[in-house]
């Protein structure tokens, strides 16, 4: 509890009741169904979810970079530096106060480095494009900036490399870069999306480490993107579960893993298989697939695919997130117990 | 498993690809023996020769160097690399391939009825078209395919069905062995688990044998019989999985090991850090290839290669300090 009233103080980001809709030619999509989350200072936030959950459109919302047929409804707020906090969905998404913030305050990383740079520029051109636009208009100092921060993600020889092209970069060594580039501006918030899901287990590690190393360095928070749930159990301190849009399941990392609630968390954990176990049971698999964000009924999104639901309950409404002690909430009726507590009284709470 | 088998047999297996004068080294010298209805799991970062390796086996590409024996159904052993592509065509039934990308391995205008069809069409030209139909509908069922889908194209289906396609595919000709090339990987984890389950299922069936190449060691861990590392085109360890993972003898196994995230935050691991990055196959180290990131490394070790050998029985390893070393692994319970 004690930390819970530690982060309202100094909370970075607070998201609430993010909606996203996508206009296509078959109908409207709503691929982020009312998303709340918030981080505090220096912490690092871990959002899982399986593709096409939503999880990298609501990033891109708070940068305001999702495409022009995206609209986001709901607030997202931002303690940004001379501004306070902010809605950064009432600014102009090509505005002067959104262009202050992007970048600068908030900056991201994307899941594949070989795709995030231009092939046509130089690295050290591309690192330095946030140091002139953001840091000083001078040249020299520009990168000279530009190399310590090359120096400080760990790329040898940097003086060489900021010379070079981004083919003659390796992926983990493209992927520091990248990390240099996000980090040149010294930002609050970073927000990194699948950041190591292209690379070798090996870099993978390094990388990680790497940023647990500068997160303490720069102090800034960190919004983790991610379907493996082995790197969140590394990175993060607080764990969201997102399914079909929406927030399923949140709480401290160490508690997700222990105590899992919610069936798509369970599922989620039990389908990874944990080396040292070898020999045993079937690994456990969710039946069916995601379905489709458009025109859902008003019902449990996880219904089809629930090995718990109650029906007459589950599939009448939509659950909310509940808490349910020790920093946990839960969004699943068959968890904490529905409204019409007659109706699934035998189930409920036990889970 | 009464008697093991043997089903394949790679020997010294070399395949060099030569570009602008350059000679890029993939595989140097792999043997190994696959025994049937074994699942062998062969890993590696990205650029060790994996995916090569493989392809060098079903003669997707021809190796260089080596031999590849392959002991038929009839108990014929025939070298693979020897034989004429006419004779190749008789055994190509008997030996798959499913890939890693179930977005791009299937034709987009094509039904996926023709896809499963076209082997069977390119293997048996003469079989009549109801006995076609039925292999088709049976083995579209088996992998968990609803058959009343099975006129639409390959857009309309998710990645983890399109993935039973590709499955569908490689075992709609009865093949008695499997090559799946990081077949998992692209794969969200609880589809991903669906997957390992119906191919596990399946080789319980159908007696299949599979060479399970991928990078995920979890993964690995859970589906193989027995492990080979590679490490910049050749093999440095061999071994059973749970020895393998338990009392890994090459350092590079450990390393790899270590980098392994677990899924639970209370477990601090401790990672073995690996310096540098794996060097260019074009132009590889003198001695043994890992000794430049090796941290017992020695002079003898910069001098000359180890030898593949068999230092436990089963176990093969590639490491003049293997015995002396004390490496860790996981803990089994």
Same mark, same amino acid.
């Given at each position: ?351 | ?117 076209? %082997?069977?069409?390119?293997?048996? %030209? ?134 392994? %995230? ?72």
């Amino acid at each position: 509890m004690m930390e819970n009233q530690a982060r309202e103080k100094d909370l970075v980001l607070q998201v609430k009741d993010l909606k996203i809709n996508i206009k296509t030619d078959d109908g409207i999509l709503t691929p982020v169904r009312g998303v709340n989350f918030e981080i505090g200072k220096g912490e690092t936030l871990g959002l899982v979810g399986e593709s096409g959950c939503g999880k990298s459109l609501t990033s891109k919302a708070i940068l305001g970079i999702n495409a022009k047929n995206c609209k986001a409804e709901g607030e997202i707020l931002f303690d940004a530096e001379n501004l306070g906090m902010t809605d950064l969905l009432k600014l102009k998404p090509r505005g002067e106060e959104i262009r202050s913030i992007r970048g600068k305050q908030i900056s991201m990383i994307f899941q594949e480095p070989m795709v995030a740079f231009s092939p046509m520029y130089t690295i050290g051109n591309q690192i330095n494009e946030a140091t002139l636009l953001h840091i000083t208009r001078d040249k020299k100092k520009a990168k000279e900036i530009s190399l310590g921060v090359m120096k400080k993600v760990g790329i040898a020889n940097a003086e060489k490399r900021y010379d070079q092209y981004p083919h003659e970069f390796s992926g983990g060594m493209l992927q520091r870069a990248l990390i240099a580039m996000a980090l040149v501006c010294n930002p609050k918030l970073l927000i990194a999306d699948e950041p190591t899901t292209a690379l070798d287990v090996t870099i993978q590690a390094q990388i990680l480490e790497l940023m647990k190393e500068l997160q303490k360095d720069f102090g800034m928070s960190i919004l983790f993107i991610t379907h493996d749930l082995g790197t969140v159990a590394r990175m993060c301190d607080r764990v969201a579960v997102m399914y079909l849009g929406k927030i399923v399941e949140t709480a401290p990392a160490v508690e997700i893993f222990k105590n899992p609630q919610h069936p798509y968390t369970r599922g989620l954990i039990g389908s990874v298989h944990k080396i040292g176990t070898k020999g045993q049971d079937k690994l456990f698999s969710i039946e069916g697939t995601v379905p489709v964000a458009m025109n859902l009924p008003k019902r449990c999104g996880f219904y089809d695919r629930c090995d718990k639901r109650i029906e007459g309950v589950c599939d009448v409404q939509e659950p909310e997130l509940v808490d349910s002690g020790d920093n946990h909430r839960v969004a699943c009726f068959a968890c904490t117990g529905c409204p019409q507590a007659e109706k699934c009284g035998a189930e409920g709470g036990k889970a | 498993m009464s008697e093991p088998k043997q089903i394949l047999d790679v020997q010294h297996i070399h395949m060099r690809f030569h570009s602008k004068g350059v000679c890029v080294r993939a595989v140097t010298d792999v043997s190994f023996t696959v025994n049937e209805g074994e699942t062998i799991g062969i890993v590696g970062e990205s650029g060790c020769g994996k995916t090569t390796l493989g392809r060098c086996i079903v003669r997707a590409y021809e190796p260089s160097e080596g031999d590849v024996y392959y002991t038929a159904a009839d108990g014929e052993r025939v070298n693979f690399v020897k034989i004429d592509k006419k004779t190749m065509k008789k055994y190509r039934k008997e030996i798959q391939m499913i890939f890693q990308d179930p977005y791009s391995s299937l034709d987009p205008r094509m039904t996926v009825y023709d896809i499963i069809k076209e %082997p069977l069409v390119a293997n048996f %030209p003469k079989m009549p078209k109801a006995e076609m139909e039925q292999r088709i509908m049976d083995i579209a069922a088996k992998v968990g395919l609803n058959t009343s889908y099975l006129k639409r194209y390959p857009h309309a289906f998710s990645g983890g069905q399109r993935q039973r396609i590709g499955i569908a595919r490689a075992l709609v000709l009865n093949p008695r062995v499997i090559v799946c090339d990081e077949s998992v990987s692209a794969l969200d984890v609880s589809i991903q688990a669906q997957v390992i389950n119906l191919l596990h299922d399946l080789q319980r069936d159908l007696k299949l044998t599979y060479l399970f190449i991928s990078h995920d060691l979890s993964v690995v861990e859970y589906i193989s019989d027995r492990v080979a590392v590679m490490y910049l085109g050749r093999i440095v360890e061999y071994a059973p999985t749970k020895t393998l993972f338990s009392h890994p003898m090459h350092p590079y196994t450990e390393s790899l090991l270590s980098a392994v %995230p677990v899924a639970d935050p209370t477990v601090q691991t401790e990672r073995i850090p690996l310096e540098g990055e794996i060097p260019n196959p074009a132009n590889p180290p003198t001695g043994c290839y890992f000794h430049t990131r090796c941290r017992f490394c020695t002079e003898q070790c910069k001098q000359c290669a180890p030898e593949y050998k068999e230092l436990e029985p089963g176990h093969f390893v590639a490491c003049h300090r293997a015995e002396e070393l004390k490496l860790k692994g996981f803990d089994y319970e």
